[in-house]
């Protein structure tokens, strides 16, 4: 593990290949798994006040479930806030373009730029973020879906620390990625 202020790192953050290839998985991630995108608390006020610019990006499907069930529920395993999700397991923000899977969340902060671009959870993958007491553990999490992410990662020589880079600026602040990118180089000079 490697350490940085209150935050515990997978050595696979610095050591793994990874950069997102959405031509090649199609986006499958925002439809698969157990649940809904995973939220936290702070984030549905914010989704909240921006809703109406979302909608205007929302599919029917989507827009159908978000007046029905809302955007958000209880995962009932863990009892965590998560996305709604529609009856075909996509999550309710989810909008196809050209046979892609997009994010109507996204897309609708480029537009308005109302400084959020997606629930952190998903802007952070393939990072997986837990809370111990005042510890976070910074995991990387492995998906069958993800190999070609990996492989244009191997290709272009990106790690996962670094394909996340803006999420985790975004979590954690600059100077805190700063710090990141200075135990990373020990971690990298002790090897």
Known sequence: MIKVDNCLISEDIVEKAFACNVTACKGVCCIEGDA????????IPILEKNLEAIKLEMD????KTLAEDGFAEKDPFDQMMVTTCKPNKECVFVVRKDGILNCAV?????????????????HLYPIRLDKYNEFYALNYHRWSICVDACVKGEENDIKVYQ????????????????????????YVNKA
């Open 106 to 122: 996204e897309i609708a902060n480029q537009k308005k730029d109302f400084g959020f671009p997606k629930p952190i959870s998903c």
């Open 60 to 63: 029917a499907t989507g827009l």
């Open 36 to 43: 809904g995108a995973p939220l936290d608390e702070d984030e």
């Open 163 to 186: 394909f996340a880079q803006h999420a985790l600026e975004r979590k954690f602040g600059k100077d805190w990625y700063a710090n990141l990118e200075k135990a990373v180089k020990d």
